[in-house]
């Protein structure tokens, strides 16, 4: 089964869209078909992996680590059915609530070139291509960010771009250096001959480049305040996309990257990395109590949940990496099924602010009940997804005698379940506040049609609830895997273990 449709099919559909910009409805149906034949080549895809293993294709037929390698693993194809699914509920939801204009400026095109990027990611065998993809990614979503020129969007444009160019040198310069002392940047090349020379202080100040760009483009403390401040500005649908998906894109590929080529580093490193994941989390979710905006407040709420990804990453363990690829999946349907969930309220009403939102309960009793799904599997009660990854989490700290990253991670939790029970208490429970006449104001009928994207997600995500245990077994598996480079080196450098290479990169 080939791997290139996955960047493909969203690239064509891309070029479509353009072809017809004048056309809205051939624009959005497009658009839709594009996304739903990439999930569904997505689950055979996924399907393959599991069944037969991990799929390697060489572009141009250049054999690794000469030429561009492609490489679905079980981890490429998690993130690629995440992707995917998230992808497809903000489209059915962006039929409905994206007003025309936007759809001539480019929305959908920009949207598909973005999903090629973000497909690229997972599937890409080559830190340089990583990259490519990365530059991908950003383009689009800068345009996304900016796409309506408001003074609002164009200041949160300026302050994602910034920062996260300067996370692009870092990773180009980085790379470069690389490929410099070590002639390669094939990732599966590329840890053998880390491994022999991990002692080398100029391997972990590369690695140490490269840990920043990605913590930039994860949200990572102390590089996070382009998120809140830039998360709030787009359309509900541009900010569902970038709160499920592009913060996890930095901790892919921490993991694909760190996990795989620089393992291990000094230990004092790790117990650094640790401090920085419950920094992170004690400042998102800080900063998520005191906003009034139901925006921002979800924008925050993620740089928190970024914190516990980092922290799986930390700890070192095939628990603690299986609850960290478990939370990614979980975070980016819950937290896109929340913003979609904002912006059927702030449609509603015309504002974000709780002072001027209320009464949905009463309004709608079905958006109440999955606002408060969402909201339990976010903080991580029992039989949602959240309590599934957070568990995991737990024991994982529990193994390594992390006492003050269980202290944390309680805490947060605590806190995460607070914030979220403002929203519901100020946007849901009290009654629609009266306007400066001393009337109710006044508020639009609710389209039930956006309900259906949040049922989607929604699914997904007590899927993971329902089925923890088997997911738990799966995401373990893939944990041992990556840990276990055996595989992935044999599928990738098929030509150079022929010829005798070791795993350690010495010849035989």
């Known amino acids: 089964m080939l791997i290139t449709p996955i960047i493909c099919i969203p690239l064509f559909g891309a070029a479509i869209t353009l072809l017809f910009y004048k056309d809205r409805e051939v624009q959005q149906w497009t658009s839709t078909v594009v996304i739903a034949i990439h999930t569904l080549y997505t689950f055979l895809l996924t399907l393959n992996v599991f069944g037969y293993g991990s799929l390697v294709e060489y572009v141009g037929n250049w054999d690794a680590p000469i030429g561009i390698t492609l490489i679905a693993d079980q981890l490429s194809v998690l993130m690629l059915i995440m992707t995917s699914v998230v992808m497809l509920a903000v489209n059915i939801y962006s039929r409905i609530a994206t007003d025309a204009k936007l759809e001539s400026q480019g929305y959908h095109s920009v949207v598909l070139i973005l999903l090629a990027g973000l497909s690229g990611t ?155 994941s419950i920094i992170t989390m004690m400042s998102g979710v800080l900063g998520a109590y005191v906003q009034s905006d139901f925006r921002r407040i979800l924008a925050f709420s993620s740089v928190s949940q970024v914190g516990f990804m980092m922290l799986g990453i930390a700890l070192q363990n095939e628990w603690a990496m299986a609850a960290t690829i478990l939370f990614m999946i979980h975070h980016g349907f819950v937290k896109s099924g929340l913003f ?67 202290f944390a991670l309680l805490v947060v939790s605590f806190m995460t379940m607070l914030y979220m029970l403002k929203i519901w208490s100020e946007v849901f429970w009290k009654k629609l506040p009266l306007d400066e006449d001393g009337k109710v104001s006044k508020s639009k009928p609710l389209e039930t049609g956006m309900f259906i994207p949040v049922v989607i997600v929604l699914i997904f995500s007590l899927m993971i609830g329902i089925f923890g245990n088997v997911l738990s077994e799966v995401a373990i598996d893939t944990a041992k895997k990556i840990y276990d480079r055996d595989e992935y080196i044999q599928k990738v450098l098929r030509l150079n273990l022929k010829e005798g290479l070791s795993y350690t990169g010495s010849e035989k």
């Open 122 to 276: 997972f599937v890409t065998g080559d830190l340089f291509n990583l990259y490519v993809w990365f530059e991908v990614i950003l383009m689009s979503s800068f345009v996304l960010l900016s796409i309506k020129g408001n003074k609002e969007q164009l200041e949160g444009g300026i302050k994602y771009v910034t920062l996260n160019l300067f996370a692009s040198l870092l990773f180009l310069c980085a790379a470069g250096l690389i490929y410099g002392l070590l002639g390669t940047l094939n990732l599966a090349d590329l840890s053998l001959k880390v491994a022999e020379n991990i002692s080398d202080p100029r391997i972990h100040t590369f690695a140490l480049m490269l840990w920043i760009a990605f913590a930039i483009k994860a949200a990572i403390f102390p590089f996070y305040s382009w998120l809140p401040s830039s998360y709030h500005t787009p359309p509900i649908a541009v900010g569902a996309i970038f709160a499920g998906l592009l913060t996890k894109v930095g901790i892919y590929s921490m993991i694909r990257v760190f996990i795989f080529v620089f393992n291990p580093l000094p230990a004092w490193i790790y117990t650094l990395l640790v401090i920085i």
């Open 340 to 406: 979609i969930t904002s912006g059927i309220c702030g449609k509603s009403v015309g504002s974000f602010y709780m002072n001027r939102l209320g009464g949905f309960l009463d309004k709608s009793p079905l958006l109440g009940i999955l606002f408060l799904t969402l909201a339990f599997s976010l903080i991580g009660v029992p039989f949602t997804s959240g309590f599934t990854v957070k568990i995991m989490l737990l024991k994982s700290c529990i193994m390594n005698k992390e006492w003050v990253a269980i």
